[in-house]
């Protein structure tokens, strides 16, 4: 297949909420523009963008699939993105590589919080946008509602470009305001035959008709010149007018429709041929040398049998088969094998790629997402995705001994696949933590480590990072000594202990005066101390914060031996920490939550229910409140799924690491006294 021209390339992003029907949307879109046969239905699995075991087990998207369609002699690739935010990674880096989007609404829920995600992401990259408000036969959907709540929501400048005929069950049309004709519903068909407009919505077209002129000369000065003077416009000035400002981004035209009846995709294949802009239009937003040939990796998927496959964008010139390019993260060659052009699962043959365009290509050896590929070694500037960062960690381990190397693999895989998951060993507490964005998606990945790679996994909650230290000055002695009949053992030391400023650090000084310890011998008292630190008595945590100093001891001149002094040093911290007052230390993290206006007096509650100190709230435009708090990582471990409940999905947070700080009391006793119940466990 021959490389397509840039100007006859449209490269649009399919989002919105979970449930709105993009999925559906693209599958009409694909039909109605005879790149497939037959309508799919998601019910079935049979669409070509669901094609995943997950996707359609879960009737959801997972994952960004690339499809394409010719109309009007213009290459389409549509990016169908997930609408759960569970897995918005690949909503983000698919924006990144568009220079539209198409954002489906529901007609029944109307904007929703990943509504609002995209919108932002969009008007942060500069995208054009056209929106679609889907499933309008269904119960208590209802067109204009969604408009204003659009229009109220984001922007004046949102227009109806489309009518529905009838409402919910009684739905039987479209209106295409721009060019004044009706299409029925085809039932499945494809769309074309057009119907009379309805004499009884005459003024309520007249209406809107006005309202649509009036955004659209507002941003033409040569016919706002003739509509004021009373000429009459053309439907082709209109619309040449309109193509102009959607991709200027000073329209947004709202279309409507249903997609599983692909009812309205004829008028919103022509808005997105019409107002997304071509490549050639807009460039890409990194400067690369004149004549030079660049593609930036967007998406990653990790296939057990074909191995890696890397979807691209060609930035500049043309990536052709059998060429070799430069990874500029890692300076590798990567020889460019056969590239693949993609609709859903199947994968088609090409021979190049040209500026602007979306393709694929297998097996390159160090490429990931995020990569930026040359034709040789250039100095340029990153290409960023900006991707959120895990929320929600669990203990993850294969539930087969022997697995571990597997599971390991596995995991790599799929993290290269999914940036926003992310694999990594708690050093203090051993275990490997599996961490993503929320529960559905660590469990996600979980179900595809076992049908990809057949590992099996059990999933449990983290345990808590728990820091001990000590609060006072103490004194302790340690004694060592063994006689067995012949070489005997024997240690002696004396040891003070003292606070670190801060709860922070170890340091172990040498006070030792004249030659009561031998120098060779200090070493391993030092080394007996910290071993006794690494689980300390109050629940096994890892002591520090505290300053040893070495004063005093005795030795053997022939049953000393550095093992005694270890075990004296350890038998001394023993005693000098239960005298210290210990006390326990738990991480506090610092979280910013995004939560509707609505709920923020319940979400508030809920973070002090969680012993969190709240610090600030900030309106963040679009109804949306952000609010800062400091909340012990131990309330935190659940709180996923409590945002979720509270806001009804609409929620949002981040966290990280602030610093140490005592546990109070009352829960101090709780967390000793489940480790205790451990402890005992094991020795059982």
Not at 97 to 116: F, K, N, P, Y
Not at 118 to 133: D, I, N, T, Y
Not at 322 to 347: P, Y
Not at 664 to 679: D, G, I, L, N, Y
């Amino acid at each position: 297949m021959p490389a397509a021209e840039p100007g006859k390339i449209r490269n649009v992003a399919v989002t919105g909420h979970r449930g709105t029907g993009k999925t559906s949307l693209v599958e009409s879109m694909l039909f109605q523009a005879g790149a497939v046969n037959r309508l799919g239905s998601i019910e079935q699995g049979s669409t070509v963008a669901d094609w995943d075991e997950d996707e359609q087990r879960r009737q959801m998207s997972i994952s960004a699939s690339l499809c394409h369609a010719e109309w009007q002699g213009r290459k389409i690739n549509l990016i169908d993105t997930p609408g759960e935010p569970s897995f918005q990674g690949e909503m983000i880096a698919s924006l990144r590589v568009v220079e539209g989007t198409l954002l489906v609404v529901s007609g029944v829920m109307g904007v929703e919080v990943q509504t609002s995600r995209v919108w932002s992401r969009a008007e942060e990259l500069g995208l054009a946008r056209v929106l679609f408000v889907n499933m309008l036969d269904r119960e208590r959907a209802d067109f204009f509602r969604v408009l204003e709540q659009l229009r109220s929501t984001f922007s004046t400048r949102c227009v109806a470009v489309h009518l529905p005929i009838g409402a919910e069950h009684e739905l039987t049309g479209i209106i295409d305001l721009l060019h004044m004709k009706a299409y029925s519903s085809p039932e499945g068909e494809k769309e074309g035959a057009t119907v009379e407009i309805p004499a009884e919505l005459a003024d309520l077209v007249a209406k809107y008709r006005e309202q649509l002129l009036d955004s659209v000369v507002e941003t033409d000065e040569g016919l706002m010149e003739r509509y004021l003077e009373g000429q009459e416009l053309s439907d082709e000035d209109v619309a040449h007018a309109l193509k102009d400002a959607v991709t200027r981004g000073e329209i947004f035209p709202v279309a409507c429709g249903v997609a599983t009846k692909n009812l309205g995709t004829t008028g919103t294949l022509d808005l997105l041929v019409e107002g997304v802009p071509s490549p050639a239009k807009k460039a890409f937003d990194v400067s690369i040398d004149d004549g030079a040939s660049a593609a930036f990796v967007f998406k990653t998927v990790a296939d057990p049998f074909a191995g890696r496959i890397n979807v691209f964008r060609v930035i500049a010139g043309t990536v052709s088969s059998d060429s070799v390019l430069v990874n500029t993260r890692s300076r590798a060659k990567e020889r460019v094998g056969q590239l693949l052009i993609l609709q859903g699962k199947d994968h088609g043959q090409a021979s190049s790629f040209g500026p602007g365009d979306i393709g694929a290509v297998a097996k390159l050896k160090e490429t990931l997402t995020g990569d930026l590929l040359l034709d040789a070694e250039r100095e340029v500037a990153e290409v960023a995705i900006d991707f959120p960062e895990p929320v929600m960690s669990f203990a993850i381990s294969p539930h087969a001994k022997g697995d571990e190397e597997k599971l390991g693999q596995a995991l790599r895989r799929l993290s290269e696949e999914d940036p926003t998951l992310v694999m990594r060993r708690d050093q203090q507490t051993g275990e490997q933590l599996l961490s993503g964005l929320s529960q559905m998606h660590v469990e996600v990945a979980v179900d595809r480590v076992k049908r990809r790679f057949g590992v099996e996994v059990d999933l449990r909650p983290p345990r808590v990072p728990y820091l001990e230290t000590i609060r006072k000055e103490s004194r302790g002695h340690g004694r060592y000594k063994k006689q067995t009949g012949g070489r005997g053992q024997f240690g002696d030391c004396h040891i003070l202990l003292e606070p670190l400023e801060g709860h922070t650090g170890y340091e172990f000084v040498d006070k030792i005066g004249g030659g009561v310890i031998p120098q060779s011998f200090r070493p391993a008292v030092d080394k007996g101390i910290q071993e006794a630190m690494n689980r300390g008595e109050l629940a096994g945590a890892p002591v520090q914060g505290v300053r040893v100093l070495l004063v005093d001891g005795s030795y053997h001149t022939v049953d000393s031996s550095e093992m005694a002094f270890k075990i004296a040093g350890s038998m001394a911290f023993k005693e000098a920490y239960h005298a210290a007052e210990p006390v326990l230390l738990e991480p506090i993290m610092e979280v910013d939550v995004t939560t509707p206006d609505d709920a923020v007096g319940a979400v508030n509650g809920d973070l002090n229910s969680r012993r969190g100190r709240l610090h600030g709230m900030e309106p963040t435009g679009s109804g949306m409140t952000s609010i800062k708090a400091e909340v012990p990582m131990a309330e935190m471990l659940t709180y996923s799924q409590s945002l979720t409940s509270i806001t009804g999905g609409r929620g949002d947070y981040h966290m990280h690491f602030a610093r140490y700080e005592e546990v109070p009391t009352h829960v101090a006793q709780k967390v000793m006294a489940e480790s205790q119940k451990e402890k005992e466990e094991v020795t059982a």
